[in-house]
């Protein structure tokens, strides 16, 4: 009972470190999920090189726009492209935007103070292929955003 009890543990560490720990890339499969998104709400938006997709519903106040160095004070939600939310804030918080996931990193710093937009980010722009305790591996991510300050 024992060299078959020892025999499972070693068969089940062997099963769980040859596990296949290669990325998976969704970049073909979110683009398609966001240009579909897009048609099916009839919105127009603009695309970055890095695939961020976008639209800029009120322009805000003033020249200046945050950095990566700013701290940005922000109201949002954030929902999968099935309009199921998973995150949102109803009073304004403040994030370092350099802690930011790399889609709010580029989206944030097209706003001006006051200004809104909508994010579609992809997951290589998000969480990635993994995702974390309430988003999904490869999910695409669509945000309302409102930038009420930053400094």
Not at 19 to 30: A, M, P
Not at 47 to 68: D, F, V
Request: aromatic residues 10%.
């Amino acid at each position: 009972m024992k060299h078959l009890l020892a025999s499972l543990l070693a068969l089940t560490l062997f099963i769980s470190c040859s596990k296949d720990d290669k990325v998976k890339d969704y970049t073909e499969q979110n683009e398609k999920e966001i240009v579909d998104y897009l048609a099916k709400n009839n919105l127009t938006a603009q695309r970055t090189a890095s695939g961020l997709y976008y639209i800029i519903t009120k322009e805000g106040e003033g020249e200046e726009k945050p950095t990566i160095k700013s701290t940005v004070t922000v109201k949002y939600t954030g929902t999968f492209t099935d309009g199921k939310p998973f995150d949102q804030s109803t009073d304004p918080v403040s994030f370092p935007l350099s802690r930011l996931i790399p889609g709010w990193k580029e989206g944030i710093p097209l706003l001006k103070a006051g200004g809104e937009c909508m994010l579609f980010v992809p997951s290589h722009l998000g969480y990635g292929s993994t995702g974390n305790q309430n988003i999904p591996g490869g999910a695409v991510l669509v945000f309302n955003i409102t930038l009420v300050s930053f400094n």
